[in-house]
C-alpha cells in the first residue's frame, strides 16, 4: 500500500554554506559527487539528485534534504501546488516544492494496493527514470520495466504487438521524453520504444525506432530530447537526430567527426536562446543548428563525464557530472562539489 512517512524520519535535513576556495571550486556545497539528474525550478530553487541524497540550491545556500540515492527526479505543476518526483532504490518518493522542514514524504512502491484489478502498480523499486508529461502521466522506468500513472490510478500499458511484456525488463529503461501524444522511451539494448496516450487512460505501444531504417547508431540508448517535432537520441556510439514520425525518414547522425566532443552522448538539453546541449564522457557540446563548440576540464568543466544538463530561469547552464556539479553563464565557470 502507499506509505505515508515524516521527513524527519525518512531522513536528515541540514543546510550547508558554501565554502569558495582559491581556484574558484565550491566545496562543501553537494552531498555526493555523482549528480544524475538536475530539476531547475521557475522559482530559481535548483534540485539535484546525487548518489548520496537530494541537494537544493537557493543561489545563496544548499540544503541536503534527503541521505538516500536518488536515481532522477522531475516535478510535477498542479493547480494548487508543485510536487517533487523522485526515484530511488526503494520507489518513488513525492516532495512538496518548494521543500521545508516540515513536509512529509509519500512514497510509492511495488507492493502498493494494486487499484487497477489485477495489474501491478510500480513494475519495481529501483526507479532509474522520472518523466511528467504535459498530460501529467507520470512515467517510470525501473528495474522491471515500464510503468505510468494518472491521477491516483496506474493505467493499463497496451503492448500491442509492437513489444513482449519482457522488453522493457530485459532491456533497461535510461530515458524517456515526449512531445504531444507520444513518449519516447530510451532502453539499453532495445533501441528506442513509443508510446501513445489517448484523450482516456488508455496507453498504447507504437512501432519502435529500430534498424534498418532508424540509423540509430546503437541500441544502446542513453538519452532522449523531444522538441517539437525534432527528436535528439544519445547512444554509446553516437547522436541522431529524427524529424517527424516516419521512421523511414528525416535521420541526420552526428558523431566526433562531424564535431562532436566524443561519441559516447548521455544528456541532452536546450537552452534559452535555442542551442542544444550534449553531455558526454568526453565533456560537453553545443551545436547551433550548424556549428558546434565543445567544452571540456580545460575551459574549466569539473569532470569531462557529464551526465545531467538543465538550464535555470537565468539562462545559467548546469552540468551534474561523476565529480559534481558546474555552472556555466555563457563566460564564466563555477564548480560545486562533495567534502569528500
Known amino acids: 500500500m502507499k506509505r505515508v512517512i515524516s521527513l524527519l524520519a525518512f531522513a536528515a535535513i541540514f543546510l ?44 545563496d545556500n544548499w540544503t541536503t534534504v534527503t541521505t538516500e540515492l536518488i536515481h532522477d527526479l522531475d516535478l510535477e505543476q498542479l493547480p494548487d501546488e508543485a510536487i517533487l518526483w523522485l526515484g530511488t532504490n526503494q520507489g518513488i ?61 496506474w493505467p493499463v500499458i497496451n503492448l500491442n504487438r509492437h513489444y513482449t511484456d519482457d522488453f522493457f525488463r530485459n532491456n533497461r529503461i535510461t530515458a524517456i521524453d515526449y512531445s504531444n501524444d507520444t513518449v519516447y522511451i530510451g532502453t539499453h539494448g532495445g533501441g528506442i520504444a513509443r508510446m501513445v496516450t489517448g484523450e482516456t487512460d488508455a496507453i498504447t505501444g507504437a512501432s519502435p525506432y529500430d534498424h534498418p531504417y532508424s540509423m540509430l547508431p546503437s541500441r544502446n540508448i542513453l538519452a532522449v530530447y523531444a522538441d517539437g517535432s525534432d527528436q535528439w537520441f544519445g547512444s554509446d ?37 535555442g542551442n542544444i546541449w550534449f553531455g558526454t564522457k568526453g565533456g560537453v557540446s553545443s551545436f547551433d543548428g550548424a556549428s558546434w563548440t565543445n567544452y571540456t576540464t580545460d575551459d574549466g568543466l569539473v ?5 545531467s544538463i538543465a538550464i535555470d530561469h537565468q539562462g545559467n547552464l548546469w552540468f551534474g557530472t561523476d565529480n559534481g556539479v558546474s555552472r556555466f553563464d555563457g563566460s564564466a565557470w563555477a564548480s560545486f562539489q562533495a567534502s569528500n
Open 237 to 273: 556510439e553516437g547522436l541522431v537526430r529524427h524529424t517527424g514520425i516516419d521512421a523511414r525518414i528525416n535521420w541526420t547522425q552526428y558523431f566526433e567527426s562531424d564535431g562532436l566532443v566524443n561519441n559516447y552522448v548521455q544528456s541532452i538539453n536546450k537552452d534559452l536562446t
Open 16 to 59: 550547508l554554506q558554501a565554502y569558495i576556495n582559491d581556484s574558484g571550486k565550491v566545496i562543501e556545497a553537494l552531498p555526493g559527487n555523482y549528480v544524475s539528474s538536475i530539476y531547475a525550478a521557475e522559482d530559481g530553487k535548483i534540485y539535484f539528485a546525487t548518489d548520496k541524497g537530494l541537494s537544493v540550491y537557493d543561489g
Open 303 to 307: 569532470s569531462n563525464n557529464v551526465l
Open 93 to 153: 518518493s513525492l516532495l512538496l516544492h518548494p521543500v521545508d522542514a516540515a513536509y512529509e514524504a509519500s512514497v510509492y512502491a511495488s507492493d502498493d494496493t494494486r487499484i487497477v484489478p489485477d495489474h501491478p502498480g510500480l513494475a519495481g523499486d529501483s526507479v532509474f527514470v522520472v518523466r511528467i508529461d504535459d498530460r501529467n502521466i507520470r512515467w517510470f522506468g525501473t528495474n522491471e520495466g515500464l510503468s505510468a500513472l494518472r491521477e491516483d490510478q
